[in-house]
Each structure stands twice: as structure tokens, then as C-alpha cells.
């Protein structure tokens, strides 16, 4: 696992961090399949923003739209949430039955009382979506390269964490099968896609 890790945030640092931090360009659905990839989520079982244990069990059997983010980000997330609250106001105005999942990547500040307090500020629907932390650090850098192939790093003298900017939709057996721009500010092509994977 190490190795994989050396090997990925290597390429990550020739990239320029535009695998991670890029900004919106998908234009199609062919940018955001990941069906040929045979990215699997392992099994997981964390707490919400509820103190609730929520994981794999719940998940198990439906689609849902994960992404990695924390309440503290000065960079991309501010943006990356607010999008996903698009997409979540979407899917309940379509009647979609789906999940959505943010992995906070600083869960030492991420308690669940403080993910409650964020969540409602950015008016999350707790039926469809749950922020997850009570996990060590070394756990969401692991389950994040393992699921989406993202590294998950500390920026050295900063206040920021480097993690993917993606969403990734994992289909009802688990495979991740999508991949969204989560800085695209345009989300029509996004919506319709999702609408189309997930009604089939």
C-alpha cells in the first residue's frame, strides 16, 4: 500500500495538481465514465452528522454520490459543496432515491456535532445526505485511494488538506462508476448524466 502511494502522489506532483484540483471541463459522458476502471468502495461503517453509524449496510443496495471535503477548507470546498447541494436539490425535485456522502479528511476537527452545524448551514437534507467522520486520518487516506484512486495529503505549513475535487458515484453493487467534475460550475451535462445512470 505504501509503494501504490509513492507511486501516486509521484505522478500527483508531475500532474501539476491538476488531477485533483482541476476546474470545471467535463463536457460529456464519456469524461465522467469510470465503469472499465474496477474501482470497488470497501466495506466501511463511520458516523454522521447525527452521531448515527452509517456506512456500507445503509448504503447497500442503492446509488450513491460520494466526495471528499472538510468544514475548514480555504480552498475548493466551498465551492465543491454548494455544487453538491445542486445536485442533491436535483435529485429530490426528479423524486431520485439516492445517497450522498462527503468523507470529511480532517475528522479530528470534523466531530459530529460540528458536521451537524455545517450541514444545516448549507442545507443538506439529512434524509438523502450524511457527513462522515470518527475515523483516524490514515483511515480516509487509505479508503480514498483504495475506492477513487485519490491520495489524500496535509499541505505542509497550511491550513489545507489536498484531496480529490471529484464526485464519484458508486452504482448499487459498490463499482464506482462516475466521476464529476465537483468545481464545474455548469452542471446541466452532470444532472442529466446522473438522471440517465440512475433511472437506467
Known amino acids: 500500500m505504501k509503494q501504490m502511494l509513492g507511486i501516486v502522489l509521484f505522478m500527483f506532483i508531475l500532474s501539476g495538481c491538476n488531477w485533483m484540483y482541476s476546474t470545471g471541463n467535463s463536457s ?7 465503469s472499465s476502471a474496477g474501482l470497488t468502495v470497501p466495506d466501511f461503517e463511520f458516523t454522521n ?35 453538491m447541494k445542486n445536485l442533491q436539490d436535483e435529485m429530490i425535485a426528479k423524486g431520485i432515491e439516492m445517497k ?29 445526505w ?5 475515523y483516524e486520518f490514515e483511515e480516509i487516506q487509505e479508503l480514498s485511494l483504495e475506492a477513487f484512486k485519490s491520495p489524500v ?8 488538506i489536498m484531496h480529490s ?10 463499482l464506482v462508476i462516475r466521476a464529476y467534475d465537483g468545481l464545474e460550475s455548469n452542471q446541466k451535462e452532470i444532472i442529466r448524466d446522473l438522471l440517465e445512470v440512475v433511472k437506467g
Open 165 to 174: 475535487t471529484r464526485f464519484f458515484l458508486v452504482n448499487p453493487e459498490g
Open 130 to 134: 450524511h457527513f462522515l467522520t470518527g
Open 28 to 34: 460529456n459522458a464519456n469524461d465522467f465514465d469510470l
Open 49 to 83: 452528522q447525527l452521531g448515527e453509524r452509517f456506512g456500507s449496510p445503509q448504503l447497500d443496495g442503492q446509488y450513491w454520490l460520494a466526495t471528499m471535503a472538510f468544514t475548514n477548507c480555504p480552498s475548493v470546498c466551498p465551492t465543491m459543496i454548494p455544487n
Open 100 to 128: 450522498f456522502v462527503m468523507f470529511t479528511v480532517d475528522p479530528e476537527t470534523d466531530t459530529p456535532d460540528h458536521l451537524k452545524t455545517y450541514s444545516e448551514n448549507v442545507g443538506a437534507d439529512h434524509s438523502y
Open 153 to 160: 495529503e496535509q499541505v505542509e505549513e497550511s491550513n489545507d
